[in-house]
């Protein structure tokens, strides 16, 4: 199979990327060193008698849009042990410590010796992978020792099976999978036009039970309260600095209505915090902020804390999705949703599915400028029925899709992937 050739040399070009890339990349650094113990740390701590559930995601969004899943194996299984597997530093690095899993490592990189000794290593008993992580040795050892695999909260897109050369190769790594759960209708279109005969079901989006859970378990943040006392605030989430050009050209407009703002970069590096301050005036940042700081004087307030988006949206008058100015698209829009309040992105959104399901919905509007920005923030000020049923459409849209966890567990306990276990 000649893709199989050029996916070796990928490889090898991509390991050499991340290499040279470490001399001036924390991350890429993080990256080579993270996985240079992997092994021996499994070696040494994965029993042979153990019943292992291995859980890969590609990185922080992927852990996020998984977790409800592996918390309820987790509390389901007891007597099975949890393997969770990054293939990024930003999701190991946050998450080295979760409660929920037994075992977290990096993933090894693929390649036929690395996949094969993990995967004798550590003889799952069920292999979950979250949303688009393939790697084709991993998934054909998987398949090849007949050890179950499910991809779940799938995201398949025409484009992508149509695509000259990763197309026919995505399609042999599909197969392997023991069962996809897709996300939506529009990946059943697009495999059914390409005629493939996989194991597929719709089992919606695991995110929708994550946000819904983070909102239920909501904690007030009484310095965010402080400062937005009063005032209509813009949350910014996940910003990039085309995303605070725009909002900074609005902002005067938004003050001069009593309006604040928080941003909260993607990255948080001194890049973007610089950025930031030298576009918008009465500047505070969070990490110096106290029960005795005087806020009266501040308008625009930095978020250089990691943790806090995800509560921050409650607080929002609109919540801004950041991402939406750059050809790699919007961040998370549903966990700004669940608080049924306004969400607002820029135009590069459509290749995901939420962001175009949540504009139809009304829940949703994205905006191409900063002209747009500030007519829509106008509309939603004056017209208080317009804001309201825009809010209520927002929180709607999250509420009337949960439940993908409970489907996906069904299927497992219906199809006993895990029957060893004495609570299935």
Sequence with gaps: MPELFFYQIFLKIYLLSVAVAS??????????????????????????????????CASLGE????????????????????????????????????????????????????????????????????????????????????IPSLLISAQIRDDMLRSPFYGRFLKKMLGYFHHIFLQNQNAFTALKEHKLSLRVSFGGDTRFDRVWEIKERFEKIPLIEKFTAN???????????????????????WKSNSGKIIL????????????????????????????????????????????????????????????GFRKSGIHNVLEAAVYAKPVIFGPYHEKFNEAVELI???????????????????RYLKDERLYDYASKMAGEYVTQRRGSTDIIMQYIQEKRLLTSCSNS
Excluded: M
């Excluded at 990024?88 to 693929?110: C, H, M, N, R, W």
């Excluded at 005032?231 to 407009?253: M, N, Q, R, T, Y």
């Excluded at 001194?270 to 501040?298: A, P, Y």
């Excluded at 139809?360 to 106008?378: H, P």
């Design 23 to 56: 001399l001036f990349s924390k991350k890429a650094k993080l990256w080579l060193k993270g996985r240079r113990y992997v092994f021996s740390y499994l070696e040494k701590n994965v029993k042979k008698e153990e019943s292992v559930i291995w859980f890969h």
């Design 63 to 146: 852990f996020e849009q998984g977790r409800p899943l592996l918390e309820a194996l987790k509390k389901k299984y007891t007597d099975h042990k949890i393997l969770l597997t990054f293939f990024s530093p930003s999701g190991f690095e946050v998450q080295k410590d979760y409660a929920f899993a037994d075992y977290i490592t990096y993933l090894p990189f693929d390649g036929k010796k690395n996949a094969l000794r993990f995967i004798r290593t550590v003889s799952p008993k069920l292999a979950i992978f979250v949303k688009y992580e393939f790697w084709y040795y991993y998934l054909k050892y998987l398949h090849e020792q007949h």
């Design 231 to 253: 005032h209509p605030c813009i949350i910014a989430g996940s910003v990039w600095p085309e995303d605070v050009k725009v909002l900074a050209h609005v902002f005067p407009f």
């Design 264 to 323: 909260a970069p993607h990255e948080p590096e001194k890049g973007i915090f610089k950025k930031i301050k030298n576009s918008f005036e009465n500047v505070c940042f969070f990490s110096t902020l106290n029960d005795k700081t005087d806020l009266s004087g501040c308008d625009c307030l930095i978020i250089d804390r990691f943790g806090l988006l995800s509560r921050l949206y409650h607080y929002g008058f609109c919540n801004y999705i950041g991402g």
């Design 360 to 378: 139809k919905e009304k829940g949703a509007i994205s905006v191409r400028n900063a002209e747009d920005l500030q007519l829509a923030l106008t």
